[in-house]
Every structure is written in C-alpha cells, then in structure tokens.
C-alpha cells in the first residue's frame, strides 16, 4: 500500500490533477460499454483457463462456478490493496469446497503463473524487436543490459540445479519440490491442457492490449498500433507487481514515462492509464453482484417444515402397528387345533 501511495503522490507532484481528473471526463458511454464487453471475454477465458489446470490436478471446478469466483477475485483484486487479495479469496475458498485447500492454491498459481509467462513472452518479443523506448534504452546502455541478463541467466540456472538436487533429497523441502514439478506437469504441461491454457492466455492478453488501445483513443491518442503496443506491454508489464493500491500506482507511473520517452505526452500517457484503470473497475463491477447475491444466500434463513398440532393441545396420537404376517398364521387352522386352544386359554 506504501509503494502503491508513493507512487501516486509522485505522478501528482510531477504531473498534477489535472491528467487524473481528465481520465474521468474523456470516458464516454460506448468507449466504456466497448471495454466492458472486451472484459467479459476475458474473464470468460480466464476462467475457463483456470478449469483446465484445476481439472488437471485433480480437482472439481465448474465452468460456470468458476467464472462466478473469477469475476468476485477480480473485484477484490480491483476493490483492496495489493492487487493479489482477490486470487487468495477463490482459491481458499475452492480448496475449502473440495477439501484440499493446498492443491487449490496451487492451481491458482499455476494458472496466474501461465497467464505472466505468456505476457513476459510476448512482452519480451515485441519490446525486442518493435521501436520502443525499451529498444532505445538497450542500444544506449547495452552493456549495463549485458549484466542484468547474464545475471538473470545464472540465477535462472542456479534454481534449476537446486531443483534438480533437491528432487532426490528426503526433506519436506525436496518432497514440495516434487510435488511442484509433477503439479506442473500435469496442470500445465499435459498434452490435453497446454494447447487451452497457451490459447485462452493469449486472448486475455489481446484483450487487455485492446482495452488499453480503447483508453488511449478515448484519451485522445492518435499514434500507431505499432507504437502504442510496445508502451502497453510495458505497463501490463508493470501491474503484475504488487505495489499497488487496487491496481494504481505502477501502472500510472510506466504509462506516464513509457508515452514520454516515445515522444508522446506524459500527461495523456497518465490519462490512458488512469481511463484503463477506470475501465477495468467497470470490468470486475459484476464480481460485485456475485458477493451480494452470495452474501444474502447465506443470511437467508433455512427452510422449516409446518407440524400440525394435535387438536385440544393433546398429544397426537401413534398410527397402529400393521399386524405382523406369518407363516403359521397363514396356514389353515384345524377345529382341534381351535379346542385346544380355547381349552388352554380357560385352563389359565
């Protein structure tokens, strides 16, 4: 929430009301209906990416409650600090449902963990390759570059030798190890899960890049696909970090410098972030109704089932017993067996 806050306190300094109040004004109605249908597939494909890695470690997850529990995490996510909150909420809650509240989080994980790999992929693809202040700044600073990548390089390798030692240990360490890397195979990198989870990550990625063109035209931005991308990326880049307040703060500041350092407007690059921003609360709005509703099911009392009292304030009195059937008396009865009988009953 600090970082969030500081971050916020800065672009006002440096930039003023004056790009926050404008984010507000430039939203029109069909600019904000365009966005909300755009967050609706999204959300839809998220969620349907989140029953294929669920499914494939084993769980029970519904299409349908699962886009219910998507839309209510990216309120939360919107709605509290940190951006994150909303994930942890469905996935205590499906582990609670289903018993393993581990797994549960696991796939959660796994299922965010798809969606970043593909955005840092795609991400690092285009700012590599298409016109950006990125690629500018690694020609100027290239062998600075050079380091931080042959840094990155060996740390990357050195987890891969821990996690290859650790698989033949006996520890719990090395046992969470294990199940992690099983985990990932089979919930992300299973032959039935991989083609759906690398699609639908790729369509909630075009829908985000698409919503942001939407707020940047609605911002009055007029640039080039190919020069708006690179700057979109980067800011979706920077909203995975968790520094945030409801999703503000990182966000704003990456826009802001991204637009400046590619010859646009700072300004309208805080404007396009705060309309994103704006839109995507709109987006989550229906995770609203998914709490409410909830919330008055469990308020509501359970049903109870009218008993008729016994007239007079008595006791309402037993049905009879069905007499017993049986064999013998079934069977047909003798006029000596009915004396004998009748003479047994007076003799006692």
């Avoid at 966005?35 to 969620?47: D, K, L």
Wanted: with cysteine.
């Amino acid at each position: 929430m600090l970082g969030g806050a500081g971050i916020l306190v800065f672009l006002l300094w440096r930039l003023g009301t004056g790009a926050f109040l404008d984010g507000l004004r430039v939203i029109s109605v069909p600019a904000l209906a365009l966005a909300f249908a755009i967050g609706v597939a999204t959300t839809v494909f998220s969620a349907w990416r989140w029953c294929l890695v669920a499914r494939g470690l084993g769980l029970r997850l519904s299409f349908r409650t699962a886009v219910a529990d998507y839309y209510k995490a990216l309120f939360l996510n919107a709605a509290l600090p940190g951006g994150v909150l909303g994930d942890v909420d469905r996935a205590v809650q499906h582990g609670r449902d289903e018993g393993d509240v581990a797994k549960s989080v696991r796939a959660v994980v796994l299922e965010r963990t798809a969606g970043q790999l593909v955005l840092i992929f795609v991400g690092l693809t285009v700012l590599l390759t298409v016109p950006s202040p990125v690629l500018t700044a690694l020609r100027d600073h290239g062998f600075v570059v050079a380091v931080v990548a042959a840094a990155v390089f060996v740390a990357f390798a050195l987890v891969l030798m821990a996690c290859r030692s650790l698989r033949q240990g006996g520890s719990r360490l090395a046992a969470g190890v294990r199940t992690g890397l099983a985990e990932i195979r089979t919930g992300l990198l299973a032959r039935r899960n991989w083609p759906g989870v690398t699609l639908a990550s790729v369509v909630v990625l075009v829908g985000h890049l698409a919503t942001f063109v939407v707020a940047a035209r609605a911002a009055g931005s007029v640039a080039s696909l190919t020069r708006l991308v690179p700057l979109m990326l980067l800011a979706l880049l920077a909203m995975s970090l968790p520094l945030n307040i409801g999703g503000w703060g990182p966000r704003e500041a990456v826009t802001a410098w991204a637009f400046g350092a590619a010859g646009l407007s700072a300004t309208q690059g805080l404007t396009t972030a705060v309309v994103y921003g704006v839109f995507a609360f709109a987006a989550a709005l229906p995770g609203a109704a998914v709490l409410l509703v909830r919330a008055a099911a469990r308020l509501r009392p359970a049903a109870v089932v009218p008993v008729s009292p016994a007239p007079y304030g008595l006791a309402a009195p037993l049905a009879p017993a069905a007499p017993l059937a049986s064999a013998a008396s079934a069977a047909p009865v003798s006029p000596e067996m009915l004396l004998g009988r009748e003479l047994a009953r007076v003799g006692a």
